[in-house]
């Protein structure tokens, strides 16, 4: 049987070319927030997210922020080969430490065109970021899910890994699944971002993106943390 690669899905990489400037002001960002970090539910506090706020929406981060955005909107219209009319605009952005025994678990970004991650802090010992595609086993999906169990290893039903350098920021289509293996060195330390086009039409339907205000924001989660709104019952 003749097999044929087709609707192949791009990872773009960009060096950032001032990285020891990013790096310097993510570990001054940790020192100050560290205790307001919250825990991965997949782990036993190896993986902590600081995501109470979009940390590239602070003043010091404006450089960053704004070159992160020229790079996915080169990736969306160079890469992707779409017409980005206005932009693209960063609606979040989470600093993720991880240590020693830590793991993300699959996943992909809702609300999000364009995911972006920064490898803040990243060496040999780190564990690298895999893709992979739909297996059908998503948790929770608000669409139909037809799903068949796996006989052979191929490579159109296994992952890829990609391994970064520090400083690398890796930007790809949100609806791609990804998450990293067992991490085996502690601070392996990245930032998240999720990135949309600020216009978002076809000329005939659309609407305009905007940033949360950081009221918008705490409204959510104070609400999500006293079990007002929720994402799913409770299992246990």
């Known amino acids: 049987m003749e097999v044929l690669e087709i609707l192949p899905q791009p990872l773009g990489i960009e060096p950032c070319p001032f990285h020891d400037e990013v790096k310097a002001l993510v570990k001054k960002e940790i020192a100050l927030n560290m205790m307001v970090g919250e825990d991965n539910p997949n782990n036993d506090g190896e993986l902590i997210h600081i995501d109470d706020y979009s940390v590239l929406d602070k003043p010091e981060f404006h450089k960053f922020r704004t ?4 790079q996915c ?6 890469v992707m080969g779409e017409y980005v009319q206005d932009g693209v605009i960063v609606t979040d952005s989470w600093i993720n430490i ?9 996943h992909y970004h809702t609300n999000s065109y364009v995911t972006a991650l920064y490898y803040v802090n990243f060496n040999e010992n780190h564990t690298p970021t895999y893709f992979a595609k739909t297996t059908g086993v998503q948790i929770y999906p ?11 290893n191929t490579r159109f039903n296994q992952m890829d890994e990609v391994r970064p350098n520090e400083g690398d920021l890796f930007m790809w289509p949100s609806t791609i699944i990804h998450g990293f293996k067992t991490n085996n060195e502690d601070n392996r330390i990245t ?3 999720n990135v949309m ?3 978002m039409t076809n000329g005939d339907y659309g609407w305009k993106v905007e940033r949360l205000s950081n009221e918008d924001r705490t409204q959510v989660i104070d609400k999500r943390r006293t079990n007002k709104i929720w994402f799913r019952p409770d299992f246990e």
């Open 191 to 193: 930032l998240a971002v």
């Open 67 to 70: 070159w992160i955005e020229e």
């Open 98 to 106: 991880c240590d020693k025994g830590g793991f993300a678990a699959p």
């Open 142 to 152: 608000n669409t139909a899910n037809l799903t068949l169990p796996h006989t052979n």
């Open 73 to 78: 909107a080169i990736f969306l219209e160079h």
């Open 197 to 199: 086009p600020k216009l």
